[in-house]
Every structure is written in structure tokens, then in C-alpha cells.
């Protein structure tokens, strides 16, 4: 086991390291602050299948040999007002729409993944990311995004809590909803479609929800909640990384395992305090 | 306040608003002065929830023009924030997740001040204490730090009133819930309502299934069923032939209640 973490202690000299790190925490934060609204906005479903659609990005990009991040917030932006646009003018359900998007998307990615020679063997990668081959541009990006997101979220804070709790009372108070929800939408898309590369498609919207629903389970008052989602974040991603690089696991796996975990003991923490409040 | 009295709060001119393809509120007029207190009344479906949702731009209008404190509510539901402020509104219900974890206080500090873009720390010991009042007039200090989904349905009217009471209004609109909340709370909620009525000059407008508060505590009705029947003084609109007009074959229902 010391060797394990002289290993670990090795590891965290290099610099792949330490930006994997960076980036985890960066994503963590980011995920955390959006997720609490995401998972009491009914956007859950959406960012998971944003995160599926965003293989067909991806294999854009290596089709037209494009710079795959760039093709990601591309594809996602155009993904998020595409779902708004539909979403508006049919009478089917987020749901359904949302399936029928991502589920076409990621058919038609697969299909061209199997005509590119010699990119299958990355499938596994596209799935699942990789955090520690983050790149110092996309880095920066992450940070820019996560100020992004704190400046938005922070100065529009009441009329985003408003309309978390209830529209009718949101458009009454002023607020523009239409607006503010497709402002929201392609906020998170950028953020979704920024952590694929390290996450993966499969995982990405993990990073959104599980924070913030450990979060959910802790807060007493809405600013400690979304504190403790970026918080739950932050730490699930170091610990994550940590873990994958002691016990040589994959390493977004290994973040939301973590997560998980998280999650878990608040579960058990919540059930313990009520048992004791009886 | 007293100021104001008189004043024309709000008007309402040929307003008609569609559900879908459902004409829901059609050729609605009238105007709310200051101070006063108005119920809209009608039988189920007739278009009251809708009515006030269209003169708070919640819903949009076909047809038909409306003012709010001196200014055009636009076609897209735009109005100046400055009388945004001004107005608050309660809902029917609240549509949110009871798992939210938003306190009470937390709550009513959305309803203090204006939309501007603002930093959660700036302003904060003003709105704070703004809330602190607020919740001590509505008679609900005690609740301040309950989550919103654990409140019961009496706890949550006197949170909505403190609501309305943490920013300077002149106008509020209620939108009450059909039945149901005859508790012994809902008394002393309109004794309340009806005194800060008085002392802050508000105009209200409010939805209302319960005749017999209406005839105690309103000065105007508006007989709504889709279009409006008659408006006036409860002692010349709450008369059984009136009624029977307004509701029709659901008139026997409220009767016994008046």
C-alpha cells in the first residue's frame, strides 16, 4: 500500500498529472453549479442526451479534419437550439424528442465511425475520455467557462431560482424566460460538450446530476446546496483521479464512482438523521 | 399611500386571450383603483386564472389593450421593471418540486427589489432585513428557516403574503384555489390581508371561489364566464338572480355557501 501511494505521490510531479487534475476540478465545479438547477429544471434527460448526441460532433470533426473540441461546442450550441426550436413548436414530449435527437445522432455517428479506416480502436476512448490527455488549451477553456457560468448564474441568481421554483411566478416577477432558458441551455451545452474529451459520452452528464443530487440530499438552504454541488464536484473529480492513478483505473470511471460513492454515504447520513430525529 | 387614492392602478380594454384555439377571455373590460379590492368570480372554465395571467403578461392576448400603473403591457409581455416591481403576484399553486431546498426566507428575498444584474452579496443586510419584516407582518417569523416544501397549505399563504409584503406594491393579484382551504386559518388570512390593505394602500385583484368572503371583504365583482357578465358592488352583483345568470347550472353549488 506505500508504495501504492509513492506511486500516486510520483505521478503527481508530472505535468499530465497535475493538469488532469485541473481539468477535473475545473469540470467538477462547472458540472456542480449548473447541475443544481439541471436536476429541479427537468434538464437531466437533456444533458444525457446531449452528451450521446455529441459523438456524431466528434465524428464530424474527424471527417473534416477539424479540430474535435471546436466541433463539439459547435455541434452542442446547435444541438441545444435545435432541441428548443422542436421543442416549441410539437406536441410530443421533451422526452420522446429528446430520445428520437439523440438516439438518430448517435446511429448516424456509429455508422460513420465504421467508414473512417482506422478509428475504431478509439471508440472506447470517444465513450469514455480520457482526463488525463487534457490539453493546456482546453484547460483554459474549462476555466473560461466555469467564470462564465459563475458570472452568469451569480448576477442573474434570483431570476434563476425563480425559474427553478416556478415559471408563472418567474414571468409575473418579469423575468424572460424564453431568454434565460435558452441563455441556461447553451451554457450547459458548451460545458457538456468541453468535458466529453476528458469524460467520455456516456459519463458526461453524470457530472451534472450526481453532485448536485448528493447536494440536494445535504443542503438546508438553496446557496449551501449549489455551494456543496460544486463542492461534491470539485472533490469527486481529485479523488476520482487519485484513485484511478493508485489502483490504474480508468479515470472517468473512476470519478463517478466516486461520485456515487458521495452520494451514498449522504443518502445513509440523511437516513441516520432522521432515524435519530424520530 | 392615501396619495394614491383614486388613481387608476390598472385597466383592462376589449381583452380576449385564446387557449390554443380555445377562446378562453373574450371582450373583457374594466379598471382597478388604488386602495380598492375587487373579486373575480365565475363558475369553473371561465376563464378567471386566464384573465389575470393575460393582464400579467403570463399569458399572451389576442385582442385588446391593458395598463399597469400609467404603462402598456406589451404584446410580448413586457413591462418596465420599475412597475414590474411594483406588482406581485400569487399563484393558483406553486408549481415546484417540494424536494427544492429553498427556505422560507430564502423565498421571500425573491420578491425584494428589481431584476437588474446584481451580485448575491450586494444589497444583501437591506434585503435581509426587508425580509425580516416582511415575514414578521405576514405573522410568519417563525417559519423563516422551513424549507418551502414542508410547509402546510395555511403556512405557505402567509409566506406568499410576505412575499408580496418585502418590496413596496401597488398592485397585487391573488389567484386563489378552488375549495379546499376552509380551514379556520383562512379567516384570520383575510383579516390580515384586508389590513394591510388598508394601511399600505394596495390595490387587489383576486380569483375567488368563496362568496362569502368576497361579500365581507370586497368592494368590487367582476362576474366572470368568459366574457364579463356584470361588474359592481357585492350588494348589487351577489344577488341570487344575478348569480344564477353568471354560473348557470353550477349555481346551486356556490348558493348554499353564501
Known amino acids: ?278 | 399611500m392615501t396619495s394614491h387614492l383614486g388613481e387608476v392602478v390598472l385597466w383592462v380594454e376589449g381583452l380576449t386571450v385564446y387557449r390554443g384555439s380555445q377562446l378562453a377571455v373574450q371582450n373583457v373590460s374594466f379598471a382597478l383603483e388604488a386602495g380598492s379590492h375587487t373579486a373575480i368570480v365565475g363558475p369553473n372554465g371561465a376563464g378567471k386564472s386566464t384573465l389575470v395571467q393575460a393582464i400579467l403578461g403570463i399569458l399572451p392576448r389576442q385582442c385588446g389593450s391593458i395598463g399597469i400603473l400609467g404603462e402598456p403591457l406589451r404584446l410580448s409581455g413586457y413591462l418596465p421593471q420599475k412597475v414590474r416591481q411594483q406588482i406581485a403576484y400569487v399563484p393558483q399553486r406553486l408549481q415546484f418540486n417540494p424536494a427544492i431546498p429553498l427556505t422560507v426566507a430564502e423565498f421571500v428575498a425573491l420578491g425584494w427589489g428589481s431584476l437588474k444584474p446584481r451580485w448575491p452579496w450586494q444589497q444583501q443586510a437591506a434585503r435581509q432585513e426587508a425580509v425580516q419584516k416582511a415575514l414578521q407582518r405576514a405573522e410568519a417569523l417563525h417559519l423563516a428557516s422551513k424549507l418551502l416544501g414542508q410547509l402546510s397549505g395555511g403556512e405557505l399563504k402567509r409566506v406568499l403574503l410576505a412575499y408580496c409584503l418585502v418590496w413596496p406594491r401597488r398592485l397585487l393579484v391573488l389567484d386563489e384555489a378552488p375549495a379546499g382551504l376552509d380551514s379556520p386559518s383562512e379567516g384570520e388570512f383575510y383579516r390580515l390581508l384586508e389590513e394591510l390593505r388598508r394601511s399600505l394602500g394596495w390595490a387587489i385583484l383576486q380569483v375567488s371561489h368563496d362568496l362569502e368572503m368576497v361579500s365581507r371583504h370586497c368592494d368590487r365583482v367582476l362576474c366572470l364566464n368568459r366574457s364579463l357578465i356584470c361588474q359592481g358592488s357585492p350588494s348589487v352583483t351577489l344577488l341570487p338572480e344575478v348569480l344564477s345568470q353568471v354560473y348557470g347550472p353550477e349555481f346551486a353549488r356556490y348558493i348554499h355557501h353564501h
Open chain 1, 1 to 278: 500500500m506505500p508504495e501504492t501511494w509513492a506511486r500516486v505521490a510520483e505521478l503527481l510531479q508530472l505535468p499530465f498529472m497535475q493538469r488532469a487534475l485541473l481539468g477535473g476540478i475545473l469540470t467538477g465545479v462547472t458540472g456542480g453549479l449548473l447541475g443544481s438547477f439541471v436536476i429541479f429544471r427537468q434538464l437531466a434527460f437533456f444533458s444525457d442526451a446531449l452528451g450521446h448526441s455529441a459523438l456524431l460532433g466528434i465524428v464530424l470533426g474527424v471527417v473534416l479534419g477539424l479540430n474535435p473540441t471546436a466541433v463539439l461546442m459547435v455541434f452542442g450550441v446547435v444541438f441545444a437550439l435545435g432541441v428548443t426550436f422542436i421543442l416549441e413548436r410539437t406536441q410530443l414530449s421533451a422526452d420522446a424528442v429528446l430520445n428520437i435527437i439523440y438516439s438518430s445522432s448517435l446511429a448516424l455517428a456509429i455508422i460513420g465511425l465504421s467508414l473512417i479506416p482506422g478509428y475504431r480502436g478509439n471508440l472506447n476512448q470517444l465513450l469514455l475520455g480520457d482526463i488525463l490527455g487534457i490539453s493546456p488549451p482546453a484547460l483554459w477553456m474549462s476555466g473560461l467557462l466555469l467564470l462564465l457560468a459563475l458570472g452568469y448564474i451569480g448576477l442573474t441568481l434570483t431570476a434563476q431560482m425563480l425559474l427553478t421554483l416556478d415559471e408563472s411566478l418567474a414571468r409575473a416577477r418579469g423575468v424572460e424566460v424564453g431568454w434565460q432558458r435558452l441563455a441556461f441551455v447553451v451554457l450547459l451545452a458548451l460545458v457538456v460538450a468541453l468535458s466529453i474529451r476528458s469524460v467520455g459520452v456516456l459519463l458526461v452528464s453524470a457530472f451534472v446530476v450526481i453532485p448536485a443530487s448528493t447536494a440536494r440530499l445535504l443542503g438546508s438552504r438553496f446557496t449551501t446546496y449549489v455551494l456543496l454541488a460544486m463542492g461534491f464536484g470539485g472533490l469527486s473529480a481529485v479523488l476520482g483521479i487519485l484513485l484511478s492513478a493508485a489502483f490504474n483505473l480508468p479515470s472517468g470511471p473512476s470519478i463517478v464512482a466516486t461520485q456515487l460513492l458521495f452520494f451514498l454515504l449522504a443518502m445513509a447520513a440523511k437516513g441516520a438523521s432522521q432515524l435519530l430525529r424520530l
